[in-house]
Structure formats: structure tokens, C-alpha cells
């Protein structure tokens, strides 16, 4: 079945760069996401990459995914403390129309 | 962006009896809505998908009887839980899609359900 696996903590500089990495296992997925989730609320998207492309910039987001290995990973640059958060990866399956969400990476910044 | 409201925010009810959370497409029409369940510090967990005007498919191990779910309008659908437990008590997500097959579902801010 499918899955989604991303490393459940991370803990950052303010001013450093941020990495989250996920790996995935449906190799007929479409669009691949990044959520974001603040204490208590909803999800925020942040950015999304079709399954055809290797990489997607916005401000100080990049995506970059490689789909031979099926691995997608997020890069915030300039991390700032209100980029602490979990942050979800997911995928969005053709067949099935539903997205499947990873675990969620907690991100810690420190000042 | 699409705003997708959820109501209520948070609702404390006591165990036995049922809860409605409301879950609405504000700007667009969405045929489809996600419902999803989340554990404290663990991911989502997909409920059920809800079409507009037909039966929901529900995922494995989600009980139909007790997480009833109605998508009477594109605009509007509703999770009850009925009979709640204290197990019962979680964080409820919903999302909607847009009709034309966009890109990405829209998140409401989630339902706190505490039952006591």
C-alpha cells in the first residue's frame, strides 16, 4: 500500500537553512505537497510539485524531488521562529484521488 | 487562495451523546471533501471521502455508524459522530476540492472534540 516516511524532528539555527526529507512509495503519484501545521490549527499549504518536475522555488522555499528514488525534500532558507511548526508531506494519488500524508516533521528553530 | 470554513472550532459534549461538525467551501464548489482524523503530535488520518449527492467511501477500519458523514450540497458537508466516546475525542480535519480539478484541497483550521 502506499506510504509516506519523513523524519519526525528537526531542530535548526535562526538564519540557517532548513532541510525536511520525505520518501514515498507510489511511484503513480501526481502532485506532491507541503503542508504546514501551527499548534492547534489547520493546515497550511506551502507548495506543491508535480510529479514531472525536479524542482520548485518560492521565496525562500525550494522543492526538490527525485522520483527515481522517490524522494522529495523542502528547503527553507533564512529559517525564522515563526517557521516553527510540523510540517507534512504528501502525495496525491491518481487512482484514488486522496492525498496520504507522511507522519509530519516537528521543526524547532532556535534564536 | 479558496477558503474551506469548519465549525466549531472546539466542542466539549458529553459521552453518549452526538456532535455535528460542519465543514464549508466559502468561494468555490468543491464535488469532493476529505475528512480526516489526528492523534495528538501524529500525522492525518484519512476518514472517509465525501461526494456531493452520493454515499461517502470510507477507509479501512472507519465505522460508517458512527462517523456519519452527509455531502447534501457542493458547498457543505458534515461528520457526526454519534454516540461519542472519550476515545472519540481528537482533532477533526476536513478539506474540500475545487470542482475543476484543481491542484491542491483546501484545509478548514480543524474541530477540537473532547468528550468527557
Known amino acids: 500500500g502506499e506510504d509516506v516516511e519523513q523524519s519526525l524532528f528537526l531542530s535548526v539555527r535562526e538564519g540557517d537553512s532548513s532541510v525536511i526529507n520525505c520518501t514515498y512509495t507510489?511511484?503513480?503519484?501526481?502532485?506532491l505537497y507541503w503542508y504546514k501545521q501551527e499548534p492547534g490549527a489547520g493546515l497550511q499549504l506551502l507548495t506543491y510539485?508535480?510529479?514531472?518536475?525536479d524542482m520548485k522555488q518560492d521565496q525562500r522555499l525550494t522543492v526538490l524531488l527525485n522520483k527515481k528514488d522517490k524522494h522529495l525534500s523542502l528547503r527553507i532558507a533564512d529559517t525564522q521562529t515563526g517557521d516553527s511548526a510540523i510540517y507534512f508531506c504528501?502525495?496525491?494519488?491518481?487512482?484514488?484521488?486522496?492525498?496520504?500524508f507522511g507522519p509530519g516533521t516537528s521543526l524547532s528553530v532556535i534564536p | 487562495g479558496a477558503v474551506v470554513s469548519q465549525h466549531p472550532s472546539r466542542v466539549i459534549c458529553k459521552s453518549g451523546t452526538s456532535v455535528k461538525i460542519e465543514c464549508r467551501s466559502l468561494?468555490?464548489?468543491?464535488?469532493?471533501m476529505f475528512w480526516y482524523r489526528q492523534f495528538p503530535k501524529k500525522s492525518l488520518m484519512l476518514m472517509a471521502t465525501?461526494?456531493?449527492?452520493?454515499?461517502?467511501?470510507?477507509e479501512q477500519g472507519v465505522e460508517k455508524d458512527k462517523f456519519l458523514i452527509n455531502h447534501a450540497s457542493l458547498t457543505l458537508s458534515t461528520l457526526t459522530v454519534t454516540s461519542a466516546h472519550p476515545e472519540d475525542s481528537s482533532f477533526y480535519i476536513c478539506?474540500?476540492?475545487?470542482?475543476?480539478?484543481?491542484?491542491?484541497?483546501?484545509f478548514g483550521q480543524g474541530t477540537r472534540l473532547t468528550v468527557v
Open positions: 478539506s474540500a476540492r475545487d470542482e475543476d480539478w484543481n491542484t491542491e484541497a483546501f
Open positions: 507510489d511511484s503513480s503519484s501526481t502532485y
Open positions: 510539485i508535480f510529479s514531472n518536475m
Open positions: 504528501a502525495e496525491r494519488e491518481t487512482s484514488y484521488d486522496k492525498v496520504i
Open positions: 468561494d468555490f464548489q468543491a464535488t469532493t
Open positions: 465525501s461526494n456531493e449527492g452520493s454515499k461517502a467511501t470510507y
